[in-house]
C-alpha cells in the first residue's frame, strides 16, 4: 500500500463533500506529474490524505482511499467543462483520474503551520517551497507522523 495527499479548494470539494457522496472520482487532474502518478502508481487500497488549500483552515482535513485505479478522466472529452482538453481523443486520452472513497474526517484541520514544524516532514514536497503540485506521495513515516497528529471524529 501506498500513501498520498490530495489538495482541493473546499469551496470546490471537501472532506465534508466525499463524506456525504462516499465516493467520488477525482477528476481535473492538468498536470503531468500528477497524472502519472495516479496513472502508474496509485493502486486499489491506497490510502490518501484530503488536503485543504486555499481556505481559512489549511490543512489535513481526513483520509480516503482509492477504490478505482486510473482511468481516462471523462471531463476532458467534454466541451461544456472547465476540464476540457480538444488535443485529447477518446483513442489517445491525455488525462487520468481515479475514485476514491471517503474513510474518515479528523476532528480538527492538521494546519499547515503544524506540518512545517515538525522535523518527521522537512523532506516532504508539502512542506517545501515553491510546491505546488495536487497530488504528492507521503513515505509511510510521514504518514505515521502526521496519523499521529489527527483527532478522528466519532
Same mark, same amino acid.
Given at each position: 500500500m501506498a500513501y498520498w495527499l490530495f489538495k482541493t479548494e473546499p469551496d470546490e470539494f471537501s472532506i465534508d463533500t466525499l463524506r456525504v457522496k462516499n465516493r467520488s472520482c477525482w477528476e481535473g487532474v492538468r498536470n503531468y506529474q500528477a497524472r502519472n502518478m495516479m496513472r502508474d502508481e496509485m493502486r486499489l487500497d491506497d490510502l490518501v490524505f484530503i488536503y485543504h488549500s486555499s481556505c481559512k483552515k489549511i490543512g489535513v482535513a481526513g483520509i480516503a482511499k482509492v477504490v478505482r485505479e486510473s482511468y481516462p478522466d471523462h471531463f476532458q472529452f467534454d466541451p461544456e467543462s472547465d476540464y476540457f482538453d480538444a488535443k485529447s481523443t477518446q483513442d489517445n486520452p491525455r488525462w487520468m483520474m481515479v475514485d476514491i472513497e471517503f474513510v474518515v474526517k479528523f476532528k480538527r484541520v492538521i494546519p499547515l503551520a503544524v506540518l512545517k514544524a515538525m522535523p518527521e516532514l522537512e523532506n516532504?514536497? %508539502?512542506?517545501?517551497?515553491?510546491?505546488? %503540485?495536487s497530488i504528492m506521495p507521503v513515505q509511510e513515516p510521514e504518514w505515521q507522523a502526521i496519523m499521529q497528529r489527527a483527532v478522528i471524529l466519532d
Open positions: 516532504m514536497p %508539502l512542506v517545501k517551497r515553491g510546491n505546488r %503540485l
